[in-house]
């Protein structure tokens, strides 16, 4: 009997507990999920949280539940150390006590957080979207300022894809809340290169521009923050940015605290350093996939931090550790990129496929038919964790719910 403990709920580790489920010997393994959550949130949507549009009742799952339903066993604690020799796993649970967990195969899925690049300030005068509970904090601090009598300001720093779509979700839902006499928000989204999404085609960060000062948000290439105060922020050329609730949302790395944990092989990014087949360099009982994984291509290139990759690199782990232990090898992953959708506003989205191609760059296409496109994505997510039948319920509930409740936000 081996026990596989999987730390991290996120897309790839719930993925990943839930197809595993499926793929180990059944009755003869274990798998345990170490994730300090109750619910799971698709990361990619906590911009909405933050913005009060995300539907809670609809699109959450809680680990405990769905874990029983799916043969995984949800423990509620956050991974402090592994001691490699005894093969154990240390956490912390949620009351503070201290724990140890044995494990025969250990599998670290704890996502990445924003890179605030040692920025003086950004700690304590900015929100992050780095987890559910950041994300809610944020909405409470959001939803004061529209409370306000007169008009406010937002900072966001970085106009990648989670700037870019928290600065469109804030505005949609400024723009609709002045009907009701809600204050209107005058969002600041900045950017240190020399167009938005800066590693997406310039033809889709042509678009996107577009649709962002369409929607009235004011936004500022090449322009770095030297510091953040309570009040604002101050760029390198001493323009002064003030501002009512700030967030950071640029740079990806892995978490800081993870860097030197069970001696394990780490990049400058903080991130496990691992082989083609996702076992880690120093351990090959431990593995690593996601955006805390630095894993290498045939090319000599790296998986980007993407969610599509986190998202394949758990159903082929599922599959491929599966394998190994009924006796069959390990196997390589490859990561193939699809492209990336990116919504500006909850009715408009933009995207660029065919990446690799002879049409990158070109195959860039925009409007309420990408935005479903964008939706099914989080659908399809929501397939392999819940199975078609229920996504075809809550798809079925959430036109219901926008039917009787017409004027929600």
């Not at 996601?290 to 980007?304: E, K, M, N, R, Y």
Request: glycine share 8%; with cysteine.
């Amino acid at each position: 009997m081996s026990r596989i403990v999987i730390v991290g709920g996120g897309a790839a580790g719930l993925e990943l507990s839930t197809l595993l489920g499926k793929t180990v010997r059944k009755k003869e393994d274990e798998i345990i999920l170490v994730e300090p959550e109750t619910h799971h949130y698709w990361k990619p949507r906590l911009h909405e949280i933050a913005a009060g549009t995300f539907d809670s009742d609809l699109d959450t799952v809680c680990y405990f539940t769905h874990g029983a339903r799916h043969g995984y066993q949800h423990y509620q604690a956050a991974m402090t150390d592994v001691d490699r020799e005894n093969k154990m796993l240390s956490v912390r649970r949620p009351d503070g006590t201290e724990a140890a967990i044995k494990y025969d195969y250990l599998i670290i899925a704890i996502g990445a957080v924003s890179n605030d690049f040692n920025t003086t300030g950004a700690k304590d005068h900015c929100l992050f979207l780095d987890s559910a509970s950041q994300a809610r904090q944020a909405w409470h601090q959001v939803s004061q300022i529209l409370r306000a009598s007169e008009d406010r300001s937002v900072n966001i720093v970085g106009a990648g894809a989670t700037g870019v779509e928290l600065a469109a979700e804030l505005a949609r839902v400024s723009q609709k809340l002045q009907r009701y006499n809600g204050a209107p928000l005058h969002i600041n989204l900045i950017e240190a290169a020399n167009r938005v999404l800066p590693n997406s085609p310039e033809k889709m960060s042509e678009k996107v521009l577009k649709e962002l000062e369409r929607n009235n948000v004011n936004v500022l290439l090449d322009t770095r923050i030297r510091e953040v105060t309570d009040k604002g922020m101050l760029t390198v050329d001493n323009r002064e940015l003030d501002a009512d609730v700030q967030f950071w949302a640029a740079g990806v790395k892995a978490p800081d605290w993870l860097n030197g944990i069970g001696g394990l092989s780490y990049n400058r990014m903080n991130q496990i350093q691992v082989n083609a087949n996702l076992t880690t360099t120093v351990d090959d009982s431990i593995f690593a996939l996601g955006d805390c994984a630095s894993i290498p291509q045939a090319d000599g290139s790296f998986v980007p931090p993407k969610a599509q990759a986190a998202n394949r690199a758990a159903v082929h782990l599922a599959k491929s550790l599966g394998g190994m232990l009924r006796g069959k090898p390990l196997t390589d992953f490859e990561f193939k990129d699809s492209g990336m959708v990116v919504a500006v506003g909850h009715h408009f989205a933009v995207g660029s496929f065919a990446p690799g191609s002879k049409m990158e760059g070109k195959m860039v296409l925009q409007g309420r038919l990408i935005r479903r496109l964008y939706d099914t994505i989080f659908r399809l997510h929501q397939r392999t964790v819940t199975g078609m039948f229920t996504v075809s319920r809550l798809m079925i509930a959430k036109r219901l719910k926008a039917v009787f409740k017409p004027n929600g936000i």
